[in-house]
């Protein structure tokens, strides 16, 4: 039985690619964001992307015939995020998108869904909204699976926690997935990557190396026969923060940054932590999200991270474009779900599906 997918808030497709390596095809894709929907659609030109506003979008059909159809998406999540702790309640109109998933939900009525957002909903007024879209899916007939799961559990050199609600029709449950083990680093992720320097802009280079052998099997999988590849993109900082990311050793942050460098802060207490984060090299990377804003640092250049290592890190492979200016595919990449996750998760459905569990 062939397994078709929809996609809904899709941003540039972490969770179609996850899909389409699971065996799912994708054939329809909605994504507002016209720079997120250009990488989409020249990523996934077999899939019809439809460019709007979700409220815009009525009845989808796909007819019913020899096929099951899984509807799946992450409505915008950063109302929910912890690091958005002013509009993360019930006012702030972005945590209501949820109510479109719900309504194409109910008008396709597909044999599974998967909705998918930040740990944060759980937490958010005490799991109010987790606990409304759960109460909402069972009740258009659906069982529900709930878990957190963690990318670098499952093959993904970061750090990064998502919240999954599985739904299936037909009365299924879906078990929290079993990790794969080690882990993968950021030295494993990146170390193939030309050397760079700070707001540099030239989009395709060469890799530091071609022997392949001397690759780790993660960065062979995501290369795969390409001799060079797209994304080489760093934002251009001011040289007193350059300065700045001398001082910060692996593992850092500012804290590790002379006082005197840090004088235009009125109260350096209040930085974040996750802000000037030098990435070590031998662990997996943390949360990569608005990486430009809050300056992840390169573990052993004094740069931020071009686009083509925040997308290694996300576990996109290397053939992978992306589009827009930098900014744009800066956020593209931050706000992106891990394939490599979302694969794990599409996989099981699929096993499901298929009467494997």
């Known amino acids: 039985m062939k397994i078709v997918g929809i996609d809904l808030f899709a941003g540039a497709g972490g969770l179609s690619l996850g899909a389409e390596m699971a065996g799912i095809d994708v054939q329809i894709a909605i994504e507002n ?29 796909l007819g019913r015939k020899n096929h099951v ?25 972005k945590n209501w998108l949820f109510k479109e998933f719900i309504r194409l939900a109910d008008s396709i009525k597909p044999e599974w869904i998967v909705f998918e957002n ?41 750090i990064r926690s998502r919240f999954f609600l599985i739904g299936s029709l ?9 990790c794969v083990m080690p882990a993968v680093t950021v030295a494993d992720a990146i170390s193939d990557l030309p050397a760079l320097e700070n707001g540099a802009n030239t989009d395709i280079l060469s890799y ?17 026969k390409l001799d060079q590849c797209s994304g080489h993109l760093v934002t251009r900082n001011a040289e007193k923060i350059i300065q ?5 050793p692996q593992g850092g942050n500012w804290a590790d940054v002379p006082d005197y460098l840090m004088d235009n802060y009125t109260d350096r207490s209040r930085c974040h932590t996750g802000i000037y984060k030098r990435l070590s090299s ?21 740069r931020g991270l071009s686009v083509r290592e925040a997308a290694r890190l996300q576990s996109f492979p290397d053939h992978y474009r992306f589009c827009g200016s ?21 996989q099981a459905i699929v096993e499901a599906e298929r009467g494997k569990i």
């Not at 964001?33 to 815009?56: C, E, F, G, M």
């Not at 159809?69 to 109109?93: E, M, Y």
């Not at 659906?142 to 499952?154: I, N, P």
């Not at 031998?282 to 004094?302: A, C, F, Q």
């Open 244 to 248: 700045r990311y001398a001082y910060i």
């Open 118 to 158: 930040v740990r944060g909903i759980v937490e958010t007024e005490k799991g109010y909204f987790s606990q409304l879209i759960s109460s909402e899916i069972s009740g258009l007939g659906y069982t529900c699976s709930t878990m957190v799961l963690c990318a670098s559990d499952y093959g993904v050199p970061q």
């Open 170 to 178: 037909s009365g299924k449950t879906i078990e929290r997935p079993k």
């Open 282 to 302: 031998d662990t997996p990377s943390i949360t990569v999200g608005n990486y430009r804003k809050s300056m992840l640092i390169h573990p052993w250049e004094n």
């Open 208 to 224: 530091k190396t071609n022997d392949r052998s001397a690759l780790s099997s993660y960065a062979r999988l995501l290369r795969g």
């Open 69 to 93: 159809i899984i509807l799946f998406g992450g409505p915008p999540c950063q109302g929910f995020s912890t690091s958005n702790q002013k509009t993360r309640n019930k006012d702030n109109p």
């Open 326 to 346: 930098i900014g744009f595919q800066q956020q593209q990449v931050g706000n992106a779900v891990p394939p490599y996750l979302a694969k794990i998760v599409f």
């Open 33 to 61: 964001d016209s720079y997120a929907a250009r990488t989409y659609q020249l990523n996934h030109p077999k899939t019809t992307v439809i460019v709007d506003d979700i409220k815009n979008v009525g009845q989808i059909d």
